[in-house]
């Protein structure tokens, strides 16, 4: 196991899960979001090419009200 | 029966769209999503402001808000609120162009918290770079001059000055300098945002030449949003007509407005 941040929250996951395999494991169900590994952009696109490491800050966001 | 005038044209472009309303509407801090949905629809605006935040895993919160907006038929601009720094303000951009699927951006890159003023350095790399990703940035900046030419130096088609603080209802703090602006740089789309209260703010800003207003708190704050809405749109719509039509000159001395030909008897002696 490793332990990772997401939205700021510390998480224990499985080595070697890809971008795509963390959402699944964290059962996100919104359906538009985009992900930035330690403050850099990952493309959907990336997303199986893309193993988390231990330590990493992943932050998932999606829309809300904005002025 | 009266004859309403409609501005030149009645349509203007912006990023790359023809649009009819000069108004920019935010989506924020409505009392509820029924009352901002009739309030943005009620405003006639064509532009509709959202944001990206951090989503709790689950339920899928944010489907609703968004599916709201996307139903609404408009544009999207997405911001980068809360962004303090170019690289900051450069993934968020990113991000939101995959979620809403635009190219257009509201860079915003907040240098002091106290004022939320925009960090002109920070604002301009961040323009730069965004730029050449391909992306229509919106730039909210404050009313200084030279900052605007460095915006409009690194390709910005938009510029956004400050009416004042975010938030503040305080209107036109400097109206000299966003026309100082206007006069500069009249091939540029030019947009005051943040600082308007009320109406008469809007036909303010409208009145110097500014091609349209993005204000969200004034109505969303209002006591009746959706009315507000309707109030605003008339202003955007009035003070452009008023641009149109030329204002007169200030005068330093009084100027009889009714003719002095005809004056009945009693003036005789005077």
Redesign the interface.
């Known amino acids: 196991m490793i332990k990772v941040s997401v939205?700021?929250e510390i998480k224990e996951i499985s080595e070697n899960l890809n971008i795509k395999e963390l959402i699944e494991a964290?059962?996100?169900?919104?359906?538009?979001?985009?992900?930035?590994i330690n403050?850099?952009?990952v493309?959907?696109d990336s997303y199986e090419e893309t193993t988390i490491n231990n330590g990493d800050m992943i932050?998932?966001?999606?829309?809300?009200?904005?002025? | 029966m009266t004859k309403h005038m409609q501005t030149d044209n009645n349509t203007w472009e912006i990023g790359g769209k023809t649009l009819s309303s000069r108004l920019l509407i935010?989506?924020?801090?409505?009392p509820s999503p029924a009352n901002?949905e009739e309030a943005i629809q009620t405003s006639g605006a064509q532009i509709v402001?959202?944001?990206?935040?951090?989503?709790?895993?689950?339920?899928?919160?944010?489907?609703d808000?968004?599916n709201i907006?996307k139903s609404l038929g408009i544009e999207v601009l997405?911001?980068t609120?809360g962004c303090h720094s170019a690289?900051?303000a450069i993934?968020?951009a990113?991000?939101?162009r995959?979620?809403?699927g635009t190219n257009w951006i509201k860079l915003e890159v907040i240098g002091d918290q106290y004022n939320l003023q925009p960090d002109p350095f920070e604002t301009v790399k961040a323009a730069e770079v965004l730029i050449k990703e391909g992306f229509e940035v919106f730039p909210y900046t404050t009313d200084d001059l030279v900052v605007a030419k460095r915006l409009a130096d690194v390709g910005c088609k938009i510029i956004m000055p400050w009416g004042s603080m975010?938030?503040s209802g305080k209107g036109l703090m400097n109206p000299d300098n966003l026309l100082a602006i206007r006069k500069q740089f009249p091939e540029l789309k030019l947009i005051v945002d943040a600082g308007i209260g009320k109406p008469s703010h809007a036909v303010q800003a409208m009145e110097l030449g500014y091609d349209a207003v993005l204000l969200?708190?004034a109505i969303a704050l209002a006591h009746d949003p959706v009315k507000m809405a309707d109030a605003f749109k008339y202003a955007v719509e009035a003070g452009r007509l008023g641009y149109e039509s030329g204002v007169m000159q200030k005068r330093e001395f009084a100027s009889a407005s009714t003719p002095t030909v005809g004056r009945p008897f009693w003036h005789q002696n005077t």
């Not at chain 1, 964290?26 to 930035?36: E, N, P, S």
């Open positions: 939205n700021g964290l059962d996100y169900r919104t359906k538009g979001f985009a992900v930035a403050t850099t952009f493309a959907i932050d998932i966001l999606a829309p809300v009200q904005g002025g | 935010g989506s924020a801090l409505y901002m402001t959202v944001a990206l935040r951090r989503q709790a895993a689950g339920e899928g919160a944010g489907n808000f968004w907006i997405p911001n609120a690289k900051e993934t968020t990113q991000m939101a995959e979620v809403f975010i938030g969200n708190s």
